[in-house]
C-alpha cells in the first residue's frame, strides 16, 4: 500500500521496487487504462467510526442500521487540497439541511465536525482527496418503516486519496445524456444514490465518464456534479436551484468567483440542444472541481478541447485553494 501511495502521490518509488511489486503495478496499469475515466484510488486506513478512529478492516456497523435497510441517511464529501479542507462551510451547514430534512439529530457541532475532519486527515496524511461523511438514522432492535421517535446517528467518516487536479481536469470527459429518474429531493445529499450509480454504469458502457440528466426536456445536472455551458456568445450559464438539483457548494465558490471578476452567470435551465450548440461545457463538483466536458454522446463540444472559459474557471478556483497553478496545472495557464 505504501508502495501505491507513492505512485499515486507522484513522489515515485525507484522503478525498481515498483516493479516488485504487485499492488503498484496494478495500480499503474489500472490507472493508465482509465485515465479520464473511473480509476481505483487508495483509500485511507484509518476511519472515524461511532465516537472512535480505528483501522477500516475493524470497523464494524449493524446490519439493521437504517442506512443499510432504507437508505436513510445523509452524506458530504469535502476535498481537501495541500492537506487543507476545501469550502468546509459550505459542506457543513449543507449538512445541517440535510440531516433536519430527513429526521437525524445533528450529533455534532460545526467546530466538532471539523475537528473530525482534520483528525482524519491528519491520521491518513491525507494532502490531495476526499473525505466522506455518512450519517445514518443508526440502528435500533428492530426494523420498521417509520422507527422510533428519536434516532441515534451512525457516524462514519473515511478519506479517498485522489488527484484532485489531475488528467480529468487536464484533458477532460465525455458525457452521455439520461433519462432523470432520481426522487424529488434532490436538494439534500441523501446517499438514495441508486440511480446515479446505474447512471454511471451506463456511461461506462457506452465509453463515456458521467451522464447529464435530463426531465422535461432540460438538464438537471451531472449524475454526481452540477453542469455548466457557454454559449456561443459567451453567456455563462448554470441550472438554478431549486429541489430539483443539488446546491453544489463548488458551484457556489465558482459563481462568486466569476461575480468577482465581473463576470455574469445566468442562473436557469437549458435544454440538450442548447448543451449541444455550446462552445463549451464543464461540470464542478467536490470530487472532481472543475471537469471539462470535451465530448457529448459524439459530438465534439467546441473544437474538442477544454475551451479558454473552462480554463480560466479552473484557475481561479485553483489559486483560491492556495494551489500554485504554474506548477501544477501549466495547461490551465495557456
Ligand atoms: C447530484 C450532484 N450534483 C452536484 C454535486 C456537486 O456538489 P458539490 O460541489 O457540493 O460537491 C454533487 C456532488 O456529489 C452531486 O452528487
Redesign the pocket.
Known amino acids: 500500500m505504501a508502495h501505491i501511495f507513492h505512485v499515486f502521490t507522484k513522489h515515485p518509488v525507484p522503478a525498481t521496487l515498483a516493479a516488485e511489486c504487485d499492488a503498484c503495478k496494478n495500480f499503474v496499469a489500472l490507472h493508465k487504462n482509465q485515465q479520464g475515466g473511473v480509476a481505483f484510488m487508495p483509500m485511507g486506513d484509518i476511519v472515524y467510526l461511532n465516537g472512535a478512529f480505528t483501522q477500516r478492516q475493524d470497523a464494524r456497523i449493524s446490519p439493521l442500521d437504517r442506512g443499510f435497510l432504507f437508505a436513510h441517511a445523509a452524506y458530504e ?1 469535502t ?1 481537501v487540497y495541500g492537506g487543507r479542507l476545501v ?1 468546509f462551510e ?2 457543513v451547514s ?1 449538512l445541517r439541511n440535510t440531516l433536519d430534512a430527513i429526521a437525524i439529530p445533528n450529533p455534532h457541532s460545526a467546530a466538532d465536525w471539523e475537528d473530525l475532519h482534520v483528525q482524519l486527515l491528519h491520521r491518513n496524511g491525507l494532502q490531495e482527496g476526499l473525505i466522506y461523511l455518512q450519517v445514518t438514522a443508526g440502528a435500533y432492535d428492530g426494523r420498521d418503516f417509520a422507527g422510533p421517535d428519536v434516532f441515534t446517528p451512525t457516524v462514519l467518516l473515511f478519506a479517498d486519496h485522489r488527484p484532485l487536479i489531475g488528467p480529468v481536469a487536464e484533458h477532460g470527459i465525455r458525457a452521455i445524456f439520461l433519462n432523470d429518474i432520481r426522487w424529488r429531493r ?1 436538494d439534500i ?1 441523501t446517499t438514495q ?1 441508486l440511480s ?1 450509480a446505474l447512471a454511471y454504469r451506463s456511461a461506462r458502457e457506452a465509453g463515456a465518464q458521467t451522464a447529464f440528466m435530463v426531465e422535461d426536456g432540460y438538464v438537471t ?6 453542469s455548466w455551458i457557454v454559449t456561443e456568445d459567451d453567456q455563462i450559464i448554470t441550472r438554478n436551484l431549486s429541489s430539483d ?9 465558482v459563481i462568486a468567483r466569476l461575480r468577482d471578476r465581473g463576470l455574469t452567470v445566468e442562473e436557469r435551465a437549458f435544454t440538450p440542444d442548447e448543451a449541444y450548440a455550446a462552445r463549451e461545457i464543464f461540470t ?4 472532481a472541481m472543475i471537469a471539462p466536458v470535451v465530448q457529448l454522446e459524439d459530438r465534439p463540444v467546441g473544437d474538442g478541447k477544454p475551451g479558454p472559459v473552462t480554463r480560466l474557471v479552473q484557475r481561479l478556483y485553483y489559486e483560491a485553494l492556495g494551489a500554485d497553478v504554474s506548477k501544477v496545472a501549466a495547461w490551465a495557464l495557456a
Not at 445536472?221 to 452540477?226: K, R
Not at 464542478?284 to 470530487?287: E, F, L, Q, V, W
Open positions: 464529501v476535498a469550502d459550505g459542506h449543507r434532490r445529499k444514490l446515479q445536472e451531472a449524475a454526481s456534479a452540477n438539483i443539488l446546491p453544489g457548494i463548488t458551484r457556489a465558490h464542478t463538483s467536490a470530487g
